[in-house]
């Protein structure tokens, strides 16, 4: 099997037809299902959350075949993403795509219990303290991108369950706990 | 059905009658009756089509349930044609002629006073001259003269071929053989005392004699001049030119169906005509045939009487009310092809399948040229197949710099249809082809791996 990095690629990945973008509807939504399943595993694995279109992304093309995406096929599958709320267009031009492997409301239930777990349920935390601080190595929230982190935040503030205040630096945001 | 009266004509799988040797239609009615008043043994043939050729008198029973019969009367037997009478009554009753022949087999020959009704709305006046036109013109004399010269196998005896041997004035031969001739009218022409031998074919009639010589000396004066050439330099462009003769003669049509012979019948006997026509392209080309290029080759056949390629669809959606063994057919994309009842889609999917599931084609897939050489048809023609089967979730595409190609469709699901139970069993033989090559091609990347 063929990896990147740790990835294992799947059989489909030095199938030439996986690259093209199929015009037969069946055939078409079977090679989305699939393609949505690749990246969204290989975003989860390797910890990314925003795909550029017009970017290298590895997944893209695959060198040993010589084929990768037309600019329509990564639309294509982006879209799909899109569609059933498993990513987001991050600007009107949609040339960014934000990849939500999970989604926001889970987001904000792994936050919840992360609190819980460390018994922060009262205390006061930066934003940037959630993303790389000490207590979160090694979870899921480690290394989280801003910009969903934040809508996770905004989803609990809107809750009730914590208040988002501006910090003393301006660059940086506080978070009160109120579980 | 005609009893011992008259014989039975061929007809062609598509109901148009199987002309003789030089035999050109001439006319063609419809819903004509055919009896005798005075003979009451003789067949009453009702509503029947009526083609008028250069040797025969048709009646084709218009029957759209079972195969159509038909009878001939040989010109040659008529021995006379009454003109129409005018009268009051005639002026109601469905216009009708009558003309005499002597019919039977031999023995029981006498002579038969025949009537046609034409029932149709036909110009009967025009029919008539038609008729008598042909009949005048002897133009089966010509025919045996020309069948027994060309194979030696005469086609109906009983008259003497006064020309023995002489290439006389041919009837009018329209198809590819009609360019020939109307090249020699051409030289014809500068002879101004001939001229009006063409214009009126009457005349021709009563100058046939200085005609048959002049068609001599032209005849002599090709050959001449082909042997005086041929000791020439240019030898080759003789032989060019004598194959060309052959080759034109051979696929011409020699009766092509026009406007003028069959006028409102036009299209369904035009249609007929090209059913009959296409079996044997369609054949060469694997059961399915361009429009463009049967088009093509109609025409080339029917010389100077071209058709529009607006009567060619017209007479090629005719088919579907005709009983016959050819089809129009309209891919997806637009493209019309010509493809016989027999051939079916689901064969040359099985055949295209195998083509895919080759080792070679599993890693590299195939392209329209592939699919062309190995179904043996035109590469445009293997590309809609190829589009059709892609269709059917058989196939997949990959569009690369390197080109269109197409791969079995590993991107399904498996389905209970066995062609994906198929594919699923080919998945594994893929995984170990791909693997087993990527070693081959990436050397580099074993140590990697």
């Known amino acids: 099997m063929q990896k990147m990095g740790e990835f294992n690629l799947p059989n489909f990945f030095n199938y030439p037809p996986y690259f093209t973008l199929q015009p037969v509807r069946e055939t078409r939504e079977k090679q989305i299902q699939l393609w949505k399943e690749l990246i969204i595993d290989f975003c989860r694995t390797q910890k990314i959350f925003v795909i550029g279109l017009e970017e290298d992304f590895p997944l893209f093309s695959n060198p040993a075949i010589e084929r990768s995406l037309s600019h329509e096929a990564r639309m294509a599958f982006l879209s799909a993403l899109v569609y059933d709320g498993r990513a987001e267009w991050m600007d009107k031009g949609h040339r960014k795509c934000l990849v939500l492997w999970h989604r926001i409301q889970d987001w904000a239930d792994l936050i919840v219990n992360f609190v819980k777990e460390y018994g922060l349920e009262d205390s006061v935390m930066t934003v940037e303290e959630i993303r790389s601080g000490t207590e979160s190595r090694g979870t899921e929230l480690q290394g989280m991108d801003r910009t969903v982190l934040m809508r996770a935040l905004k989803l609990l503030e809107h809750k009730g369950k914590l208040a988002i205040f501006k910090g003393s630096s301006a660059d940086d945001e506080g978070v009160k706990f109120s579980l | ?449």
């Open chain 2, 1 to 449: 059905m005609a009893g011992n009266w008259l014989p039975a004509a061929q007809l062609t799988g598509s109901g148009r009658p199987v002309l003789q040797q030089g035999e050109v239609e001439c006319s063609l009615l419809s819903s004509v009756d055919l009896f005798s008043e005075e003979n009451p043994s003789f067949p009453h043939l009702k509503s029947g089509l009526v083609i008028l050729t250069t040797h025969r008198l048709l009646w084709v029973q218009e029957s759209t349930t079972s195969s159509p019969t038909a009878i001939f009367i040989p010109l040659s037997s008529i021995t006379h044609i009454f003109s129409v009478k005018k009268s009051i009554k005639s002026m109601f009753a469905s216009p009708r002629f009558r003309f005499q022949a002597s019919l039977g087999e031999k023995g029981t020959k006498g002579m038969v006073m025949i009537t046609l009704i034409l029932r149709g709305k036909a110009d009967i006046d025009s029919f008539l001259e038609k008729f008598w036109e042909a009949w005048r013109k002897r133009g089966w004399e010509d025919g045996v003269k020309y069948g027994s010269e060309a194979s030696g196998s005469g086609l109906v005896s009983g008259h003497g071929s006064g020309g023995d041997g002489v290439l006389g004035v041919r009837m009018p031969v329209v198809g590819v053989a009609g360019i020939l001739r109307k090249e020699q009218e051409m030289w014809e022409n500068t002879d101004k005392s001939l001229q009006e031998a063409f214009q009126d074919l009457n005349a021709l009639m009563s100058k046939a004699k200085e005609m048959v010589m002049l068609a001599e000396k032209m005849r002599a004066k090709l050959l001449s001049g082909s042997t005086s050439q041929a000791t020439g330099t240019n030898d080759e462009e003789i032989g060019t030119k004598e194959e060309m003769q052959e080759l034109l003669l051979s696929v011409g049509i020699v009766s092509p169906v026009t406007k003028e012979s069959a006028g409102a019948l036009y299209h369904q006997q035009l249609s007929r005509q090209l059913a009959d026509f296409a079996k044997i392209p369609l054949e060469r080309a694997g059961g399915m045939i361009n429009l463009i290029d049967i088009y093509c080759l109609f025409n080339r056949a029917r010389g100077t009487e071209l058709i529009s390629p607006d009567d060619l669809l017209r007479a090629c959606s005719l088919w579907e009310k005709f009983d016959v063994p050819v089809m129009l057919r309209k891919f997806d994309s637009g493209v019309m092809v010509i493809q016989s009842k027999s051939h079916s889609d689901n064969e040359v999917f099985t055949r295209i399948r195998s083509m895919v599931t080759t080792p070679d084609a599993l890693r590299a897939g195939i392209t329209a040229s592939d699919a062309a050489m190995s179904l043996g048809i035109a590469p445009a023609m293997a590309k809609e197949h190829l589009l059709a089967a892609e269709g059917k979730g058989l196939l997949c595409r990959d569009v690369s710099p390197e080109g269109f190609r197409f791969f079995v469709n590993l991107l399904q699901e498996v389905d209970a249809d066995d062609i994906f139970l198929l594919i699923a069993a080919e998945l594994k033989i893929m995984e170990s082809i791909i693997h087993g090559s990527k070693l081959s091609l990436l050397p580099g990347e074993i140590e990697e791996a």
